[in-house]
C-alpha cells in the first residue's frame, strides 16, 4: 500500500505540561527533561516507561527509548483510550485533558532531526526498528488506514485473536517514529484538542508563553462515540 504523502504523526501529552513544553520551546525526550529537571507529568503505564528506560535504538543514532521523543503514525490512540478509561495507574486524567502535537516525518527530517522509527510498540521484544526512510513501507498502514475512518485513519485498532490480519492489530497501532533529544515547537503542525473549551484553554497557555501554533478541535482523534 502507498505511504501517505505527508507522513502523519502525533504525540500525545497532558494539557498540564504545555505551560513547560512552551518554556523550553521543545518537546522533550524524557532523559532530557530529566536532565534540565523539568518533569511532565506521566499519562505513560510504569511497566512500559520501565522498559523503554533500558530498550537501546539501533546505533546510529544510538542511545536509549527514553532519549527520543515519542510519536504515532495515528491518533486516538490505544495508550489514549487506556487513559481515558482509568486503566494507568497513577493517572487521573481523563482524554478530554489530553492534547495531540501533529508533525510530519517530512518536517522532521527535512529539520536534520535523528529518528528511528519500529512497526510496533518500541517497547515490544518482536518490534523492528529501521532508521532509514525506505523502510516506512513496513508500517502496517493497510491497518492505519482502513475503510471506517475518522479524519483518514481506520477508527478501529482492537486486536483479534485467531483472525490472521487482526491478531496483532493494536500492536501495530502503536507503531513508533522517535526523534532524539528534542523536537522544537516550531516543527510542530498544530495541537489537536477534544472541544472548544479545551481549545480555549490551550490558546490561552500558548499566548501566555507567546507561542504561535493552531489549535484546532478534532473529534475525531477521540474517543466520543463515533
Known sequence: MPIPQPTRLFHITAIANLEKICASGSL???NAGATAGINYQ???????QNARARRN?????G???HDFVPFYFAPRSPMLFAIHGGRVAGCDLKQSDI??????????TDSGAEFVFYDCNATLAWSSAY??????DRIAW??????????????????????????DRMER???EFLVKTHVPLAHISKIGVIDAAKRTQVRAILEQAGVHLPVEVKPDWYFLGQ
Open 173 to 175: 497501532r502503536q507503531a
Open 42 to 48: 506521566n499519562i505513560a503505564h510504569q511497566g512500559a
Open 57 to 61: 535504538v539501533p546505533n546510529p543514532p
Open 142 to 167: 493497510d491497518l492505519l488506514t482502513e475503510d471506517q475512518a475518522l479524519d483518514g485513519f481506520c477508527k478501529y485498532w482492537q486486536s483479534r485473536p485467531g483472525h490472521d490480519r487482526y491478531s
Open 99 to 108: 492534547v495531540h502535537l501533529e508533525t510530519t516525518v517530512e518536517k522532521l
Open 131 to 136: 532508521t532509514t526512510l525506505d523502510k516506512l
Open 63 to 65: 542511545g536509549l527509548v
Open 28 to 30: 522533550l525526550a524524557k
